[in-house]
């Protein structure tokens, strides 16, 4: 291995593997793929995805084959059309949370009914799209938006179906920028508003009140603070039935954690089982279920490659400067975020430490830090489990065009969104006469 596992812990892969000294994306080599279609590049393994799909499919239904819940994948973590028609395939619905990704499930053919939508801030125009496309849900997170839905399907004379985000204030245990079921996060209603908004809802005249749900963060890696928010959750609908306020489904959002490399989240299996039983025992296995999982069903099942450029050694530390950068994986930058790296190609080299960075002109623009490689100048490198919120959080700082991206199935490849040209990042610009 040129790999020293000790400052570069690697996650258990499905759809990527070290074959005799050669990195593959399930049967391609990804030598093959950085010399094809250049670097920086995403590559996704179908498999992967399908695996993790399947996992959280089984665990929904139950041993009488009956099913307990339903998969809305969170297509923020990763938006790409081949990635979102190959979960639909699977059978998958998707949470959205802008006109934009409403836009791209209906590109793919998904059903408006296995469609929720999400979101602090929705606007007029996206409303008014969700409601005319027939979402499942609208997820309502203010009192004032709960008015604007009901105004604007009056206007449409239509119904909205909706359900209210609760803030259950618990702790996610997660990096502060990544939980959001805390009562100082800006999401959902504060949990002692929640049944006052209910009666309201319950009263205005174009609002169907059809579901509840909450979402405490993202990257978690243990069930307790799941458990903690069904039950506060729980508790309301308890109350809500007292006073006469029916709820169909319970939406407990997404948020399960993956291994970086360091972490031991628990498995999807035991994650769903975990949560599903809960509500079984708790009496309320007659309420469909919604899980909104992103990260978990595609964060593994991706790569980023890059190529080194320049290695640069220092006094205080040596720096591996390679083509990829903050402007195509944000997480490291954004939450001082952890993904192994890997080099492509077995090398007979001595390993030095090195912090791997990118090219753009910020401090902050860093792919890893301190970890010992063999590689050498022209070297490529595979930084791992970047399938969730990477090329999704790309941008074009720096005037870079955004990558490519591959979808690797067995032993083929295929283009999935082709690379940027230069010319088409200014080509909206106008100078003045
Ligand atoms: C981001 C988000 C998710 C998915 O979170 P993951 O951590 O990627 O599973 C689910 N539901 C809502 C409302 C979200 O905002």
């Known amino acids: 291995m040129t790999v020293d596992t000790q400052?570069?812990?690697?996650?258990?892969?499905?759809?990527?593997?070290?074959?005799g000294g050669k990195w593959y994306a399930e049967d391609v080599s990804l030598a093959s793929l950085a010399e094809q279609y250049g670097t920086p590049l995403y590559i996704y393994s179908k498999r992967a995805i399908t695996e993790a799909y399947q996992a959280y499919d089984r665990a929904c239904v139950d041993a009488a084959g009956k099913r307990r819940a339903r998969i809305h994948f969170a297509m923020k973590s990763n938006s790409n059309l081949a990635v979102l028609d190959c979960l639909r395939r699977l059978g998958a619905g998707f949470d959205l949370v802008s006109g934009g990704e409403l836009a791209r499930a209906l590109a793919i053919g998904a059903e408006p009914s296995s469609l929720v939508f999400a979101g602090v801030g929705k606007s007029a125009t996206e409303i008014t799209a969700a409601l005319k496309a027939g979402v499942k849900c609208i997820n309502v997170e203010s009192i004032p938006e709960l008015h604007q839905i009901n105004r604007i399907a009056s206007q449409q004379g239509c119904r909205a179906p909706i359900s209210l985000r609760v803030n259950p204030d618990v702790d996610a245990q997660t990096h502060p920028y990544i939980s959001t079921g805390l009562k100082d996060n800006k999401f959902g209603i504060a949990y002692h508003e929640v049944l006052k908004t209910y009666r309201e809802a319950a009263l205005l005249s174009h609002?169907?009140?059809?579901?509840?749900?909450?979402?405490?963060?993202?990257?978690?890696?243990?069930?307790?603070?799941?458990?903690?928010?069904?039950?506060?959750?729980?508790?309301?609908?308890?109350?809500?039935?007292?006073?006469?306020?029916?709820?169909?489904?319970?939406?407990?959002?997404?948020?399960?954690?993956?291994?970086?490399?360091?972490?031991?989240?628990p498995d999807i299996t035991e994650f769903t089982n975990a949560l599903l039983n809960h509500v079984a025992k708790r009496g309320f296995a007659h309420l469909d279920v919604v899980l909104e999982p992103g990260r978990s069903l595609v964060g593994n099942a991706g790569v980023l490659l890059t190529r080194v450029e320049y290695l640069k050694p220092g006094a205080e530390k040596n720096f591996c400067i390679v083509d990829a950068a903050m402007t195509e994986l944000m997480r490291p930058a954004l939450y001082e975020a952890y993904h192994a790296i890997v080099p492509i190609q077995t090398k007979e080299l001595s390993h030095q430490t090195y912090?791997?960075?990118?090219?753009?002109?910020?401090?902050?623009?860093?792919?890893?830090?301190?970890?010992?490689?063999?590689?050498?100048?022209?070297?490529?490198?595979a930084i791992l489990s970047a399938g969730a919120y990477g090329f999704v959080m790309s941008s074009n700082y720096n005037t870079r065009p955004r990558p490519a991206e591959i979808m690797v199935d067995g032993d083929k490849a295929y283009v999935i969104r082709d690379r940027e040209n230069v010319s088409d990042l200014f080509a909206g610009e106008r100078t003045l006469p």
Request: with cysteine.
């Open 207 to 265: 609002i169907d009140v059809v579901g509840i749900d909450c979402h405490i963060g993202s990257q978690i890696t243990s069930i307790a603070p799941y458990l903690d928010a069904v039950d506060k959750v729980l508790d309301l609908v308890v109350h809500l039935k007292k006073e006469g306020v029916v709820i169909h489904h319970l939406d407990l959002g997404g948020g399960l954690g993956i291994s970086y490399g360091a972490e031991t989240p």
């Open 7 to 19: 400052s570069n812990p690697l996650p258990h892969l499905a759809g990527f593997s070290e074959r």
């Open 355 to 381: 912090d791997v960075v990118g090219p753009v002109c910020e401090s902050g623009d860093w792919l890893g830090r301190d970890r010992a490689l063999a590689i050498a100048e022209g070297d490529y490198l």
